[in-house]
């Protein structure tokens, strides 16, 4: 497993960039295409501005024995819920959406509060 590389950005949809950005320079430096790994980051901190009311997060990327991993920690205690892919729903598929194109998706309750979601990349 290599090193983890972090950056805490505000929880504001304009910080959005500077997750893809941050996320496409890692896996560039690692020499891997970085599409899916900023399309991922995209879905996990977008719920976090969507769905929580904390102030900031932090975006972690690293490699793992299964994959590259790219998760989101958060202030909120509050876990996602996947919702069905209904065709007529106008928002919600964002983790089912995920699903789909990790191997593996998850969650875990931090230590000092709040909760990190990952996803190892195929």
């Known amino acids: 497993m290599s090193e ?18 941050f996320v496409g320079a890692v896996f560039e430096s690692w020499h891997l295409d ?9 879905e996990l901190v977008g719920n ?14 690293y490699l793992a024995d299964a994959g590259p991993v790219v998760e989101v920690e958060d202030g909120s205690p509050q876990f996602p819920v996947v919702r ?27 230590a000092g509060g709040g909760k990190c979601v990952y996803a190892v990349l195929r």
């Open 48 to 61: 976090v501005v969507r769905h929580t009311d904390v102030d900031k997060m932090i975006v972690r990327v």
């Open 84 to 110: 069905p892919m209904e065709p007529e729903s106008l928002s919600g598929r964002g983790l089912a959406m995920i699903k789909l194109l990790a191997a593996e998706v998850g969650w875990n309750a931090c």
């Open 4 to 21: 983890p590389h972090e950056i805490t950005i505000k929880a504001d949809a304009e910080q959005l960039r500077e997750a893809r950005a």
């Open 34 to 42: 970085s599409y899916l790994g900023k399309i991922i980051v995209s």
